[in-house]
C-alpha cells in the first residue's frame, strides 16, 4: 500500500541520516553535515576527482618539546592543541582528514562541494596561527615550549571519496573517507619547505589564484619539488587582506626575486637587504641572499631558469 511505501521510505532514510551523522560528524562542523544530510547526493561512494585544497600542519617544536617531558604532560598538550585546532577547521568551513602525532591533515571543498574552498583554507590558516598565539599566551606549557605552526596548502585536482577495505569472510568493512593524489603530496613537502624559508605558510600558485585579493601573499621562489615534473611556484600566506599595513616589504622582496632570476645579484642582494631592514627579519631573504653568494663564485646553467631544486620534503 502508500502507506507502507511511504513507511519504508521514512525508515530508509532515517537510517541514512543516522549513518551520514554519526559517520562525519567526527570531522565535519555541524552545519555542514546537516547540509550534507539534506543532500546526500553530493557524496558519492567510492572516488571522485575533484579540485580542492589540502592542507598539512604541524607543530614547530614539539619533537624537541616531548624529549624532555611526561608522557601525560604530551597527552594534556596535544588533546589541547588538536582539539583548539580542529575546531578552527571546522569553523572555516573544512574537514579533518587524520592526525599524525602533533600533524593535522585537512581539506577544503569536500564532501560538500564549496566553490571558494581555497579561501576558506587561507582562513582557516591564518585563524589557526592566531589560535595557538592565543594558547601561548593562556597556557604555561605552550608558553614555555614556543610552539608555532607550520602549514603547506596545496590547491588542484585531488580523488576524494570513501576508500579502504572491502571486508570478507574474517573481517568486517573498513572505509575512511580521505584525499588521495600528486596534490596531496605536493601539501605535504610544501609543509616541509617552510622550514628551508623560515616561512610559517606556503602555497602553491593554484591557491594564491583562488584565494584572490582577501589574502596578503608574496611570491617566495619558483622551486622543483620531488616526485613533480615541473617547477612550482610557491608563494607565502601572510594575513588576511583587511589586516592592518606594513607589506610594503612584499613589493620590494618579489622586485629583488625578479633580479635574482635575471642573474643580477648586486640588484638582487641589495634588494633582499632591504627586506630585511624594514620587515626587522626575513629568512626568506637571508636564503636567497647565502643562495646568491654561492651563484656569483659559481655562476648556475645557462637553462637554469630561476629553479632553486630541492633536495629533502
Known amino acids: 500500500s502508500a502507506g507502507a511505501v511511504t513507511a519504508y521510505r521514512s525508515i530508509t532514510e532515517g537510517k541514512q541520516k543516522r549513518y551520514l551523522r554519526k559517520a562525519f560528524s567526527h570531522y565535519l562542523s555541524p552545519e555542514v553535515v546537516e547540509q550534507l544530510i539534506d543532500h546526500p547526493e553530493q557524496l ?3 572516488g571522485e576527482r575533484r579540485e580542492i585544497t589540502v592542507s598539512f600542519c604541524d607543530l614547530a617544536g614539539f619533537t624537541t618539546f616531548s624529549e624532555r617531558r611526561t608522557p601525560e604532560e604530551l597527552v594534556e598538550i596535544l588533546n589541547i592543541y588538536l582539539t583548539e585546532m580542529t575546531e578552527v577547521i571546522q569553523e572555516n568551513r573544512g574537514t579533518v582528514d587524520k592526525y ?19 579561501l576558506w583554507a587561507c582562513r582557516a590558516t591564518l585563524a589557526a596561527q592566531a589560535r595557538l598565539a592565543r594558547l601561548r599566551a593562556q597556557h604555561p606549557l605552550f608558553r614555555e615550549a614556543s610552539f608555532s605552526n607550520r602549514t603547506g596548502l596545496a590547491t ?7 576508500m579502504g577495505s572491502m571486508g570478507s569472510a574474517r573481517t568486517a568493512p573498513h572505509f575512511n573517507y580521505t584525499v588521495m593524489g600528486d596534490n596531496v603530496n605536493l601539501a605535504s613537502r610544501l609543509e616541509g619547505i617552510n622550514r628551508q624559508y623560515d616561512t610559517r605558510i606556503l602555497c602553491n600558485a593554484r591557491t594564491r589564484e583562488l584565494a584572490g585579493k582577501e589574502i596578503v601573499f608574496r ?3 619558483l622551486v622543483a619539488v620531488k616526485g613533480k615534473s615541473e617547477a ?17 616589504w ?13 642573474r643580477k645579484w648586486g640588484e638582487a642582494k641589495k634588494g633582499f637587504r ?4 624594514r620587515r626587522g627579519d626575513d629568512g626568506a631573504s637571508e636564503a636567497m641572499i647565502k643562495r646568491i653568494s654561492q651563484w656569483i663564485i659559481a655562476p648556475p646553467a645557462e637553462d637554469w631558469g630561476g629553479i632553486h631544486h630541492l633536495t629533502e620534503k
Open 250 to 262: 612584499v613589493a620590494v622582496y618579489e622586485e629583488a626575486l625578479g633580479y635574482y632570476r635575471a
Open 232 to 248: 612550482t611556484r610557491i608563494y607565502e600566506v601572510l594575513a588576511r587582506g583587511d589586516a592592518l599595513g606594513g607589506w610594503d
Open 44 to 46: 558519492k561512494l567510492g
Open 156 to 162: 588542484g585536482p585531488t580523488l576524494v571519496g570513501n
Open 219 to 221: 611570491e617566495v621562489d
Open 100 to 118: 599524525e602525532g602533533d600533524l593535522i591533515m585537512s581539506f577544503s571543498g569536500a564532501p560538500v562541494a564549496l566553490p571558494d574552498h581555497a
Open 274 to 277: 632591504e627586506v630585511i631592514k
